[in-house]
């Protein structure tokens, strides 16, 4: 699933009332893998870049964490309670801002999974040049590295990351899946 689809998505809000004091997870044990350390040159969209930083290295599953600047970034700042539907919760608009920017510091994680689309899970703070700060979810396709952007991915061996309905958010999120190692 393109991540961009959930920022017109909402999900139910009162959901974690009835599973209060239940400590409810999706889990699986995976090890350290290879650690990928790169840069991604001026031009390059920043989150496909690392997609395509792991696929070049054959990682399936990874955290990333990043820093660097900004031609331009786009993102959303979080949920909020649906303006149409008290019950419900929606991600923010989105914020757009002209570069330079500096993004101080992002992580999230990737999956390029069997079957499906590969896709990244990622937040990151960034500063203006006035010094203001915003942060949020960032979207394929919509930041742009300006003069560097420094990436370091963690692969994770024995999991795969895989977009599922989840069917209490009523939203597709991410699901960790043991997975036999290939080598």
């Given amino acids: 699933m393109n991540d961009k689809q959930q920022q017109v998505e909402s ?3 009162h959901i974690w009332e009835e599973h209060q004091g239940l400590q409810r997870f999706h ?3 995976g090890r350290p893998g290879r ?3 790169g840069r991604l040159l001026p031009g390059c969209d920043m989150l496909l870049g690392m997609i395509d930083m792991a696929k070049s290295h ?3 599953s990874a955290w990333v964490s990043a820093f660097g600047s900004l031609a331009r970034a786009e993102f959303s ?3 909020r309670i649906s303006e149409t539907n008290s019950d419900r919760v929606e991600r923010r608009p989105n914020v757009y801002l002209p570069g ?3 993004m101080w510091s992002g992580m999230g994680r990737l999956g390029i999974p069997d079957t499906g689309e ?3 899970h990622f937040h990151g703070l960034v500063a203006t040049p006035e010094g203001k700060l915003y942060g949020g979810h960032f979207f394929p396709g919509e930041s742009i590295v300006y003069a560097t952007f420094e990436v370091h ?9 895989t977009y599922e309905l989840d069917e209490v958010v009523e939203i597709p999120l991410i699901k960790p899946k043991g997975r036999p190692e290939r080598f």
């Fill in 35 to 37: 650690t990928i350390s």
């Fill in 153 to 161: 991915i963690q692969e994770i061996l024995g999991v795969e990351f």
């Fill in 11 to 13: 999900f139910p809000w």
């Fill in 58 to 60: 054959t990682i399936r």
């Fill in 100 to 102: 330079p920017l500096e």
């Fill in 118 to 120: 590969p896709f990244i």
């Fill in 27 to 29: 889990s699986t044990v």
């Fill in 77 to 79: 700042p979080g949920i």
